[in-house]
């Protein structure tokens, strides 16, 4: 076959696939992200940790009750997504009315309390998680070997993803959820208990970031420190996407781990910062990002 | 007659004064700059302190009359904050003596303001050959080990055994790029190839890109340059695509202890590698292990601890010695000295400030093979010392006359 820019044409659909296997990654967590924004109007920067609590709840599962993944899968996002409805409780809440940076402050402080917490714990360089065993293995597609687990993440995290853009944008729920965040008192007075559906709002973007962390866990090592790294590139997706457009977060997630993949091709050593040039570009053009509404 | 009790009095100040064979305001102060909260914490990070307050108190510094203070930072792996770090220490914090500072990038930049300054670097958790080749200074020892030494073992060994063509996946840094070149030199010295290589960020998640460049080279030898968490997971990954079961082996060119308790003996079975201390090695170096671990919630230590111990005690030797803590006397000195401890056994230190002792290739075992957690290396040979290290004429130092 021709050399597409000097790359073999299967290598590049390697690299391609590979960018959406990131990518979706990346669609999960500014998933979850967007949604609380959008509902919530807080920047929740604590969302690289409850990424990695996701993952580490996987492990003790493993660890001290012999669950597997499966049940991490279902039961992580219950405990991470609890304690996120506790956080919520306890101190978003005062938040509200306040200027955006107080949110983003007190999540971010969070962020590095809990870090810090589980890298005293449990050290730098992370604790082994085994691939569940009915995913083991995997398919040669002629110009890659494709790992099973590789294609269960895109199949579900896409499945996640479009449910959660039905959910809210095409059922009555989130017709109240989008109309709570228009206009609260108006909505309240139709009888619609809102501080509770903002509640359960925040406690589900956070599951998501849990589900993310268990999906990660057995490709990368259960680390204290997997989310710090990723929130930053995860934000950036948000921004590009729109602040707080759902289907922009989802777009964007899986767009640009397409975008990183074929860096890592054709430049690697940029591979880590092509997703900030290209934020910059879109803020430069389009402030409000891809898919956002200037308000 | 208050004129003449102020010169008595400026006279009996002087007379106080430190002159050249003191130790500087009465204590030797050491400082360990490494990463204390990334990817490399566990192998170097508070460890590292550990075994440098284990030094300090081994050697008895208080009962000879020394008094020693240990302080540490967090370098970051960026070696500006590193550098801002170690003028800080050295011009305002009368920081006599800086060790470990894994991370060659921070390294050489540390090296080079060691010298301005005539201050004296132990370095322990580097891994650059050039500490000891083109950058080599009179104020430096390379302790554990470095780039050429792991290319020489790890290499050597796999090239012989038939893996001659080669394809690197290399961290983006001066480390990286250092270990590379030398596992290079190695390869086509042995008559092997290097069919391509991918340089990637330091502090890199995600390895399925270039493990994919990897596969598509079809060479034998899939040569990991890098350290710490970039290798653990590249380990992983490679797992996780077959790398192994479509016949290409992984060759971790510098694996730590950490690294593969972090990964666990089922992936980690079988690398083979190089290092220069493993706590298992015998009663002196379990009782080290012993005590260390107790101090360090359980981590056992890796080479790069045991090479801040060594050289921390071979510096207060030579400070007890001169009674002076002046860097560049106290190098001078610790050269002159030949090194004895209970980590590496006898050893010398060369001009070029080449710390030299033997090295070992070890085999991680299989999971049936481990009586429990950190039995984890069985030894395949032993590289000894006088072969182990780069020829002292073959670096390029100008403090080596020819």
Known sequence: MIPILGIPPQALFGQLLIGLINGSFYALLSLGLAVIFGLLNIINFTHGAQYMMGAFVAWF???????????????????????GILLERVM???????????????????????????????????????????????????????????????????????????????????????????????????????????????????SLAALAGVMAAPIYQVNPLMGADLIIVVFAVVVIGGMGSILGSIVTGFGLGIIEGLTKVFYPEASNTVIFVIMVLVLLVKPAGLFGRAQ | MLHRFLIALTAVALAAGPSAAEISDGIIKIGV?????????????????????????????????????????????????????????????????????????????????????????????????????????????????????LANGTGNAIVKTGGDSWFFITADYAFGLALERDVEAVVLKNGGKVLGRVRHPLNNADFSSFLLQAQA????????????????????????????????????????????????????????????????????????????????????????????????????????????????????????????DVLFGKGTIRADGRKIHPAYLFEVKKPNESKGAWDYYKLRATIPAEQAFRPVDQGDCPLVKK
């Not at chain 1, 604790?127 to 110009?143: E, M």
């Not at chain 2, 080279?217 to 797992?239: E, F, M, R, Y």
């Open chain 1, 61 to 83: 599962l493993l660890q001290y009750a012999g669950l597997g993944y499966w049940w991490a899968l279902l039961i992580a996002p219950i405990v991470v997504g609890a304690l």
């Open chain 1, 92 to 206: 978003l809440k005062r938040l509200y009315g306040l200027d955006h940076l107080y949110g983003l402050l007190l999540t971010f402080g969070l962020a590095l309390i809990i870090q810090g917490l589980f890298r005293n714990q449990f050290g730098s360089s992370g604790q082994p998680y085994t691939l569940p065993a009915q995913l083991a293995g995997g398919q040669n597609l002629g110009f890659m070997f494709l790992p099973n687990y590789r294609a269960w993440v895109i199949g579900f995290s896409l499945t996640i993803c479009l449910a959660t853009w039905f959910v809210i944008e095409r059922t009555r729920l989130g017709a109240y959820l989008r109309a709570a965040t228009e206009n609260p008192t108006l909505v309240q007075a139709f009888g619609i208990n809102v501080p509770r559906m903002i509640t359960l709002t925040y406690g589900f973007g956070v």
């Open chain 2, 33 to 149: 700059l490494n990463d204390q909260s990334s990817l490399y914490a566990d192998l170097t990070g508070q460890g590292s302190v550990v075994a440098a307050r284990m030094a300090v108190e081994d050697y008895g510094a208080a009962a000879k009359g020394l008094k020693v203070e240990i302080i540490f930072a967090d370098h970051q792996n960026k070696p500006d904050i590193g550098s801002a770090v170690a003028r800080q220490w050295y011009d305002a914090d009368k920081v006599d003596v800086i060790v470990d500072v894994p991370n060659s990038g921070v390294a050489l930049a540390v090296n080079q303001i060691t010298r301005d300054k005539g201050k004296a670097f132990l370095v322990s958790g580097a891994a650059s050959s050039d500490i000891t080749g083109k950058a080599c200074s009179p104020n430096t020892v390379h302790w554990t080990y470095d780039t050429w030494a």
């Open chain 2, 217 to 340: 080279s079809k060479a034998k030898i899939v040569g990991l340059a890098n350290a710490g968490g970039d290798t653990t997971n590249a380990i992983k990954q490679a797992a996780e695509f077959g790398l192994v079961k479509g016949g290409q082996n992984l060759a971790g060119l510098l694996v730590f202890i950490t690294d593969v308790h972090a990964l666990g003996l089922p992936t980690a079975q079988g690398l083979i590698f190089t290092e220069t201390f493993y706590w298992d090695m015998n009663d002196r170096t379990r009782a080290f292990a012993k005590k260390f671990a107790e101090r360090n919630r359980g981590i056992h230590p890796t080479m790069i601890h045991a090479g801040v111990y060594a050289s921390v005690l071979h510096y207060l030797k030579a400070v007890e010695a001169l009674k002076s803590d002046e860097g560049t006397k106290v190098i001078e000195k610790m050269k002159a000295t030949p090194t004895d």
